[in-house]
């Protein structure tokens, strides 16, 4: 474990020996500042038309009459399809447990006649321009027989609820129970302790700056469906895309071009991007679709809607001895593919007990159907829930022990590692009470506790939080399989091929969608190699270029992808060492890769630049050794060992609250994370920063709502309070460092950690500054009105 | 969301229930409303409302389900059906006239449902909105009953109250609505910006601050061509040196 991380802006191979840890300019920044990214609306094709969908406007009932006669009839109109006309296949995840357990739920890809969210699409309307196609959705008639609306978790489990889905009684699509200690009751019952938690998170929108859109056309030359779609999943898009067409994968090649964000929205299958392909084969057109902002905020996939009842019991001196928690999920009205509706109340019932040592464990998670557009993972996936749940327990175990919130969590933080849990999770070493100490001796360094008791003086006040967490990055196969579902991510493939000219090129089946793929993968193939960083292709997003690869959600793309592009470099470093012995005509052991050249390790000044040897292997395969192949390709998978890796961080949150307008001013934001070997501290940081402002926005702000009638009251930014640069104040962040020993480099996952840690850390903080009045809030967002409220019952 | 309005009219009560029972005159006092015909107890129209960028044209049928001469109420149920594609509307109104003493007293019972584009608008904004096109209402329906009963008296004034059932946030603070002028009783076939209705005098400035915003940056613009022209200049001189 070290504090430091080489942190050179202009780094060098042959100065430093390597790329990793070095904050190598962003290879896509260039093009994305200048605009010349290109991403799916900057895609024009020749005859290409327009799509947009008439989507319901009730909540809940049964379409009586669809007239698209006018619609057809409208100028510019081409074609318009309902469910009938196009006849597609149904989207249904699933998982492997009993009926009792699991309810799979079809969700068609245009609604047939029952309809189960305000913005459900009903049909696809295609014209010759975006103007021709709006004018043609309002002619759509459209005639609903409505039923009462299911809007809320607790509607949908009361007896004698509407079903949203026949097939699901009491509205519960999973009800699970993961793990049950024995004796845990008696537990409870002679603990000295035991604090009680009932906490909730609102609806929530990823919301990606760039809406989900597609660009599907028919190739006759490549006999292929040619769709462009902002996905962070591309194969799993052309799985479902086939199934629903009946057509073999073969024919469908899905292109994923620069994406302005995705946070795990884009990482399901979404039901608009199979309907315009389906469009476009129908009518021999290009057809593209770009979700407008409104449908964005209603009709996308959402998250986060969950509720905790848990509870906790403490020794005396304040050790946890067993943590109970009912979890309930309100997951809208349709499973996501391929997740199911069991993501978010699955991960919190595995992962709960997190950085803590809780010998008895008891959860109960459910995924309640509402009629509300459908949850999909977001960025953390429950963590940021079931992380709070945790921090209130330990804080409200603090208060009622009389010890320091820090303390209590030092007495209880893993230390030993590997580590099993009752979860029967093991933990890969990982740095929390470390990161826990250094997060508060920051705090203590700059002055906060004495200044927030100056300031009460003065009348202001002050609140300091802490939240100290850990995240499972890169899930294995295993990890997947052990939830049962039936399609199971884990594993990755990765291809590093040399041209004749020395130049590589690295396919990963990840997805980037921000997170700078295009320079870490070069970095960490570079380094392996000892070639030029620059001379470094990554290629990702398009299925007929990456034989098979499971996207980028989970974190999982540096410990997943990295290490498999790791695996494949060091097979195309081998073929180089061979072919560049038997040139130098030494040994195969006497030698190695440096600064772009095999060398002989006996006589530096013998050498073979890559160049060289890539124009012996392709240009004369006759000079090769006789045992060697011509080309230099080399192809690597990789699934990680056991439960995967665990990044870890803590965070302090320094917070004043201001009487009479209830805000919550953020005055100082630390984050102490540990990721493993940093490949990239500038963008390890940019992932921080960027997930601490959407936790901070879960923590304050963003809160989906509808009214009685299942009508989405969150339609526009008038509506959904978004932070903006003005509310997130500056992060500053310190690193450790404990090198993973499951990941080829040594790295953990980062892209989610900021996200979760950030609820927690900012309610500690605003509960610390409402000590003296007694209340402590345990919902997000923390409103000003709710803080208000609580200044104003201040004795 | 439940709206609820009282009139005060200088008018026997008999008298005022006489006209509110004149269907083609009362549609007239809805902002916005337009009658086009009558099918027995059902009569066709439209209403058009207009919330900031949305407009939403209602397009559906106005039914009585009970007209009670001995307790002056009415019951009228109306259905309608943006024409836009985004939603649909209905209403459920009541109107019952007593005696005050002075004169009748008008109440109006409200129950809206709004579904589409205008009700997901900025939140409240259609509760705001309908609480003013129901005052605007009942002000143009006074006003109606006044020039008919007794040229000359002065407007009767209404008092709204709202329980938006919806658990939207309380309308608060908007400013009341501008008195209509008699002329809108009778022709109300436009549609209204119920936005501005609810923003008041504020709404009127804003196309005047944009104009401003928009000059100022011309001024700007033309101001960093012309500079940059100067400096062209400048460089070609040196160069040509």
Same mark, same amino acid.
């Given at each position: 474990m070290s504090?430091?991380a080489p942190?050179?802006t202009?780094?060098?191979f042959?100065?430093?020996?390597?790329?990793v840890?070095?904050?190598v300019?962003?290879?896509?920044?260039?093009?994305?500042?200048t605009?010349?990214?290109?991403?799916?609306?900057?895609i024009?094709?020749?005859?290409m038309?327009?799509a947009q969908?008439v989507?319901?406007?009730?909540?809940?009932?049964t379409?009586t009459?669809l007239d698209?006669?006018?619609?057809?009839?409208?100028?510019?109109v081409i074609a318009?399809?309902?469910?009938v006309? !196009?006849?597609l296949g149904?989207?249904?995840?699933?998982?492997e447990?009993?009926?009792?357990?699991f309810?799979?739920?079809?969700?068609p890809?245009?609604?047939?006649?029952?309809?189960r969210f305000v913005?459900?699409?009903?049909a696809?309307?295609?014209?010759?321009?975006?103007?021709?196609?709006?004018?043609?959705v309002e002619a759509?008639?459209?005639?609903?027989?409505?039923?009462p609306?299911v809007v809320s978790a607790?509607?949908?489990?009361?007896d004698?609820?509407?079903?949203?889905h026949?097939?699901?009684?009491n509205n519960?699509?999973?009800?699970?129970?993961?793990?049950?200690?024995?004796?845990?009751d008696?537990?409870?019952?002679?603990?000295d302790?035991?604090?009680?938690?009932e906490a909730?998170?609102?609806r929530?929108?990823?919301?990606p700056?760039?809406?989900?859109?597609?660009?599907?056309?028919?190739?006759?030359?490549d006999e292929?469906l040619?769709v462009q779609?902002c996905?962070?999943v591309?194969?799993?898009?052309?799985?479902?895309?086939?199934?629903? !067409?009946?057509?073999?994968?073969?024919t469908?090649?899905?292109l994923?071009?620069d994406?302005?964000g995705?946070?795990?929205?884009k990482?399901?299958?979404?039901?608009e991007?199979?309907?315009a392909?389906?469009?476009a084969?129908?009518?021999?057109?290009?057809?593209k679709w770009?979700e407008?902002?409104?449908?964005?905020l209603?009709?996308?996939?959402?998250?986060r809607?969950?509720?905790y009842d848990?509870?906790?019991a403490?020794?005396a001196?304040?050790?946890?001895?067993?943590?109970?928690?009912?979890?309930?999920c309100?997951?809208?009205?349709?499973s996501?593919?391929?997740?199911?509706?069991?993501?978010e109340?699955?991960?919190?019932?595995a992962?709960?007990?997190?950085v803590y040592?809780?010998?008895?464990y008891r959860?109960r998670?459910?995924?309640v159907t509402?009629?509300?557009?459908?949850s999909?993972?977001?960025?953390?996936?429950?963590?940021p829930?079931?992380?709070?749940?945790m921090?209130r327990?330990?804080?409200?175990a603090?208060?009622?022990?009389g010890?320091?919130?820090?303390?209590?969590r030092?007495r209880n933080?893993?230390?030993?590692?590997?580590?099993?849990?009752?979860?029967?999770v093991?933990y890969?070493?990982?740095?929390y009470?470390?990161s826990?100490?250094?997060?508060?001796?920051l705090?203590?360094?700059?002055?906060w506790y004495?200044?927030k008791?100056?300031?009460?003086?003065a009348?202001?006040i002050?609140?300091?939080?802490?939240?100290c967490?850990?995240?499972?990055?890169g899930?294995?196969?295993?990890?997947? +399989?052990k939830?049962k579902m039936?399609?199971?991510?884990?594993f990755?493939?990765?291809?590093?091929?040399?041209d004749?000219s020395g130049?590589?090129?690295?396919?990963s089946?990840t997805?980037?969608h921000?997170q700078?793929?295009?320079t870490?993968?070069a970095?960490?193939?570079?380094?392996?190699?000892?070639i030029?960083?620059?001379?470094v292709k990554?290629?990702?997003?398009?299925?007929?270029?990456?034989?098979?690869?499971?996207?980028?959600?989970?974190?999982?793309?540096?410990t997943i992808?990295?290490s498999?592009a790791?695996?494949?470099?060091?097979?195309?470093g081998?073929?180089?060492?061979?072919?560049?012995?038997?040139?130098l005509e030494?040994?195969p052991d006497?030698?190695?890769?440096?600064? $772009?050249?095999v060398?002989?390790r006996?006589?530096h000044s013998?050498?073979?630049?890559f160049s060289?040897?890539?124009?012996?292997?392709y240009l004369?395969?006759d000079l090769l050794?006789?045992?060697t192949?011509?080309?230099l390709t080399?192809?690597?998978s990789f699934d990680p060992?056991?439960?995967g890796t665990f990044?870890?961080?803590?965070h302090?949150?320094?917070v004043?609250l201001?009487?009479?307008?209830?805000?919550?001013?953020i005055?100082?934001?630390?984050?102490?994370?540990?990721?493993?070997?940093?490949?990239?501290p500038q963008?390890v940081?940019?992932?921080?920063?960027?997930g601490i402002?959407q936790?901070?926005?879960g923590?304050?702000?963003?809160?989906i709502?509808y009214d009685?009638n299942?009508?989405p009251?969150?339609a526009?930014?008038i509506?959904?309070k978004?932070?903006?640069?003005?509310?997130i104040?500056?992060?500053?962040i310190h690193?450790l460092?404990?090198p993973c020993?499951l990941?080829?480099?040594?790295?953990?996952g980062?892209?989610e950690?900021?996200?979760i840690?950030?609820?927690? +850390?900012?309610l500690n903080?605003?509960?610390d500054?409402?000590?003296?009045t007694?209340?402590e809030?345990?919902a997000t967002?923390?409103t000003?009105?709710?803080?208000?409220?609580?200044?104003?019952a201040?004795? | 969301?439940?709206?609820?309005?009282?009139v005060a009219?200088d +008018?026997p009560p008999?008298?005022?229930?006489?006209?509110?029972?004149d269907?083609e005159r009362v +549609?007239?006092?809805?902002p916005?409303?337009h009658?086009?015909g009558?099918?027995?107890?059902?009569?066709?129209?439209?209403v058009?409302?207009?919330v900031?960028?949305?407009?939403?044209?209602?397009?559906g049928?106005?039914r009585?389900?009970?007209?009670d001469?001995?307790n002056?109420?009415?019951?009228?149920q109306?259905?309608g059906v943006d024409?836009?594609?985004?939603?649909d509307?209905?209403?459920?109104?009541?109107?019952?006239?007593t005696?005050?003493?002075?004169?009748?007293?008008?109440?109006?019972?409200a129950?809206?449902l709004?579904?589409?584009?205008i009700a997901?608008?900025?939140k $409240?904004a259609i509760?705001?909105?309908?609480?003013r096109l129901?005052?605007?209402?009942a002000?143009?329906?006074?006003e109606?009953?006044?020039?008919d009963?007794a040229?000359?008296?002065?407007?009767?004034t209404?008092?709204?109250?709202?329980t938006?059932?919806?658990?939207?946030e309380?309308?608060t603070?908007?400013v009341?609505?501008?008195?209509?002028?008699?002329?809108?009783?009778?022709?109300?076939?436009?549609?209204?910006?119920?936005?501005s209705l609810v923003?008041?005098p504020?709404?009127?400035?804003?196309p005047?601050?944009a104009?401003?915003?928009?000059?100022v940056?011309q001024?700007?613009l033309?101001?960093?061509?012309?500079?940059q022209?100067?400096?062209?200049r400048?460089?070609?001189?040196?160069?040509?040196?």
């Amino acid at each position: 474990m070290s504090t430091t991380a080489p942190h050179h802006t202009e780094p060098r191979f042959d100065r430093d020996g390597t790329w990793v840890g070095a904050s190598v300019r962003r290879r896509e920044d260039p093009r994305l500042l200048t605009g010349r990214g290109r991403f799916v609306d900057d895609i024009a094709l020749p005859r290409m038309a327009h799509a947009q969908f008439v989507r319901s406007t009730v909540a809940a009932g049964t379409v009586t009459e669809l007239d698209l006669t006018a619609t057809r009839r409208t100028p510019g109109v081409i074609a318009a399809f309902s469910a009938v006309d !196009l006849d597609l296949g149904d989207i249904t995840a699933i998982l492997e447990r009993p009926a009792a357990e699991f309810v799979p739920t079809d969700m068609p890809v245009l609604a047939r006649d029952r309809v189960r969210f305000v913005g459900e699409p009903l049909a696809i309307v295609i014209a010759e321009d975006p103007y021709a196609v709006e004018d043609g959705v309002e002619a759509a008639r459209v005639t609903y027989d409505t039923a009462p609306a299911v809007v809320s978790a607790d509607q949908a489990l009361a007896d004698s609820a509407p079903l949203v889905h026949d097939n699901a009684p009491n509205n519960t699509l999973l009800d699970v129970s993961l793990f049950a200690t024995e004796g845990i009751d008696d537990v409870f019952a002679a603990a000295d302790h035991v604090v009680h938690v009932e906490a909730s998170s609102s609806r929530q929108n990823a919301l990606p700056l760039e809406t989900r859109g597609v660009v599907a056309a028919w190739d006759d030359r490549d006999e292929q469906l040619m769709v462009q779609t902002c996905t962070q999943v591309p194969h799993q898009v052309r799985t479902v895309l086939a199934r629903c !067409l009946g057509r073999d994968e073969r024919t469908v090649r899905v292109l994923a071009p620069d994406m302005g964000g995705g946070f795990g929205q884009k990482c399901v299958v979404g039901r608009e991007e199979i309907a315009a392909a389906a469009a476009a084969l129908r009518l021999e057109r290009p057809v593209k679709w770009i979700e407008d902002r409104r449908d964005a905020l209603s009709a996308a996939f959402l998250a986060r809607e969950q509720r905790y009842d848990a509870r906790a019991a403490f020794d005396a001196e304040g050790h946890i001895l067993a943590l109970d928690a009912d979890i309930v999920c309100d997951m809208g009205a349709y499973s996501c593919y391929p997740f199911s509706a069991g993501i978010e109340p699955l991960m919190a019932s595995a992962e709960m007990p997190g950085v803590y040592r809780v010998p008895a464990y008891r959860v109960r998670g459910r995924a309640v159907t509402t009629n509300k557009a459908p949850s999909a993972p977001y960025r953390g996936v429950s963590r940021p829930q079931y992380v709070m749940v945790m921090e209130r327990l330990f804080e409200r175990a603090s208060r009622e022990l009389g010890l320091d919130p820090v303390e209590i969590r030092r007495r209880n933080v893993i230390t030993t590692f590997p580590y099993t849990g009752v979860n029967a999770v093991t933990y890969d070493p990982g740095t929390y009470l470390e990161s826990l100490n250094l997060c508060e001796q920051l705090v203590r360094d700059e002055g906060w506790y004495e200044r927030k008791e100056q300031l009460a003086d003065a009348g202001r006040i002050l609140g300091i939080g802490y939240c100290c967490f850990n995240e499972r990055t890169g899930y294995a196969s295993d990890a997947f +399989a052990k939830r049962k579902m039936t399609v199971v991510p884990g594993f990755d493939l990765s291809q590093v091929r040399m041209d004749p000219s020395g130049g590589i090129v690295v396919t990963s089946g990840t997805m980037n969608h921000g997170q700078s793929h295009e320079t870490t993968f070069a970095q960490i193939v570079a380094s392996r190699l000892g070639i030029d960083v620059a001379r470094v292709k990554l290629q990702q997003g398009d299925t007929d270029r990456v034989s098979y690869g499971w996207g980028t959600f989970a974190s999982r793309s540096v410990t997943i992808g990295g290490s498999a592009a790791s695996l494949a470099a060091d097979r195309l470093g081998a073929k180089l060492l061979h072919i560049g012995a038997h040139l130098l005509e030494t040994q195969p052991d006497n030698v190695e890769l440096h600064n $772009g050249a095999v060398r002989q390790r006996d006589d530096h000044s013998r050498k073979l630049p890559f160049s060289e040897i890539a124009t012996v292997a392709y240009l004369r395969a006759d000079l090769l050794p006789k045992d060697t192949e011509p080309g230099l390709t080399a192809e690597a998978s990789f699934d990680p060992a056991g439960d995967g890796t665990f990044a870890n961080a803590t965070h302090a949150v320094v917070v004043e609250l201001h009487p009479g307008t209830g805000q919550v001013e953020i005055l100082r934001y630390l984050c102490v994370e540990d990721c493993g070997v940093t490949i990239n501290p500038q963008i390890v940081e940019g992932q921080c920063r960027g997930g601490i402002a959407q936790g901070i926005a879960g923590a304050l702000f963003e809160q989906i709502t509808y009214d009685s009638n299942g009508e989405p009251s969150c339609a526009s930014f008038i509506d959904y309070k978004v932070p903006t640069a003005a509310e997130i104040p500056d992060v500053e962040i310190h690193h450790l460092e404990t090198p993973c020993t499951l990941t080829e480099s040594g790295a953990k996952g980062v892209g989610e950690g900021g996200t979760i840690g950030a609820p927690a +850390a900012v309610l500690n903080a605003v509960n610390d500054a409402l000590r003296p009045t007694g209340i402590e809030l345990d919902a997000t967002p923390i409103t000003p009105q709710t803080v208000q409220r609580a200044l104003e019952a201040r004795p | 969301m439940k709206l609820e309005n009282t009139v005060a009219v200088d +008018a026997p009560p008999d008298q005022v229930f006489a006209l509110v029972n004149d269907v083609e005159r009362v +549609a007239g006092c809805v902002p916005g409303a337009h009658l086009d015909g009558r099918d027995g107890d059902t009569y066709h129209g439209t209403v058009t409302v207009k919330v900031g960028p949305v407009t939403a044209s209602y397009s559906g049928t106005v039914r009585f389900l009970d007209v009670d001469a001995t307790n002056r109420s009415l019951h009228a149920q109306a259905r309608g059906v943006d024409t836009h594609g985004s939603g649909d509307a209905e209403a459920e109104v009541r109107l019952a006239i007593t005696d005050n003493g002075e004169g009748s007293l008008l109440t109006i019972d409200a129950d809206l449902l709004i579904r589409g584009k205008i009700a997901q608008f900025g939140k $409240g904004a259609i509760a705001l909105v309908s609480e003013r096109l129901l005052t605007q209402f009942a002000t143009n329906l006074a006003e109606l009953l006044s020039h008919d009963t007794a040229p000359g008296t002065p407007p009767a004034t209404g008092t709204v109250t709202s329980t938006d059932t919806a658990g939207g946030e309380d309308a608060t603070g908007a400013v009341p609505a501008p008195a209509a002028p008699p002329s809108a009783a009778t022709t109300t076939t436009d549609q209204l910006d119920g936005l501005s209705l609810v923003l008041g005098p504020a709404a009127r400035y804003l196309p005047h601050v944009a104009a401003f915003g928009v000059g100022v940056l011309q001024g700007w613009l033309l101001g960093r061509l012309s500079a940059q022209k100067k400096q062209l200049r400048y460089f070609r001189e040196v160069h040509r040196g």
